[in-house]
């Protein structure tokens, strides 16, 4: 591999490594609701966080390299990571930080869209976004215990950067998020985690699974 595209992929890799032990691991303690015995420790939350972010970043960074959709990627794995941490620890994903991480997305693709001139594809994220949104709301109005209007709004930055590809992306990183979240719910119930009437936080599985889709098959 050419020298230019490692130094890429390494030096993503050690910022989501700081933004990860710092900035997000700050960001998601803070809006953890439960006292310190209910939360992982702080040290541990660095690390996972840190580790996390710098495999996504450094996956992202090899993938896609100096492609313009690149940052709004890397905002969405970074933020997926925070709200992974908040949904394992407390099954929720606040509107605080599911907001936010939609409008930075949604700008930081129209810069895209502004420097490639690949006005369709912001058209194609924008009805990505509605259309994911609408498929969790609906599984919400069926199995409200299934799945929580925190992973309905969460749909909408997933649905805009996966709409950005096209409709087989769109549905690889909808499906994918379901591969994952069934293969995490079957080693929960062996592991005695959880019960068959219990619930796993499918947040960790949405960011994997579109994760997954845009390395697996982003251009």
């Given at each position: 591999m050419p020298l230019a595209p490692v130094a890429l992929v390494v030096g993503a890799a050690l910022i989501g490594v700081v933004l990860g032990w710092w900035p997000l691991?700050?960001?998601a303690d803070r809006n953890i609701r439960r006292d310190a015995a209910g939360r992982m420790p702080l040290r541990a939350l660095r690390a996972s966080?840190?580790?996390?972010?710098?495999?996504?970043?450094?996956?992202?960074?090899?993938r896609f390299g100096l492609d313009p959709v690149l940052p709004a990627l890397l905002a969405l794995a970074a933020a997926g990571?925070?709200?992974?941490?908040?949904?394992?620890?407390?099954?929720?994903?606040?509107?605080a930080?599911?907001?936010?991480?939609?409008?930075?997305?949604?700008?930081?693709?129209?810069?895209?869209?502004?420097?490639?001139g690949e006005w369709v594809r912001l058209a194609w994220?924008?009805?990505?976004s509605a259309g994911m949104f609408l498929?969790?709301?609906?599984?919400?109005?069926?199995?409200?215990k299934a799945m929580g209007m925190g992973d309905v709004k969460f749909a909408l930055p997933l649905g805009l950067a996966l709409g950005w590809f096209g409709w087989l992306m769109w549905v690889a990183g909808l499906m994918g998020a379901?591969?994952?979240?069934?293969?995490?719910?079957?080693?929960?119930?062996a592991m005695r985690r959880v019960t068959l009437k219990g619930s796993v936080p499918f947040g960790p599985s949405m960011v994997a699974g579109a994760m997954l889709a845009v390395v697996a098959f982003g251009a």
């Open positions: 691991a700050a960001w966080s840190a580790g996390t972010t710098a495999l996504l970043f450094g996956a992202l960074a090899w990571v925070a709200l992974s941490i908040v949904d394992l620890t407390e099954k929720r994903l606040p509107n930080m599911v907001f936010p991480t939609l409008l930075v997305v949604a700008v930081l693709l129209v810069v895209g869209a502004v420097l490639t994220a924008a009805a990505g498929f969790y709301f609906v599984l919400a109005l069926v199995s409200p379901f591969l994952v979240g069934g293969v995490v719910a079957i080693v929960a119930l």
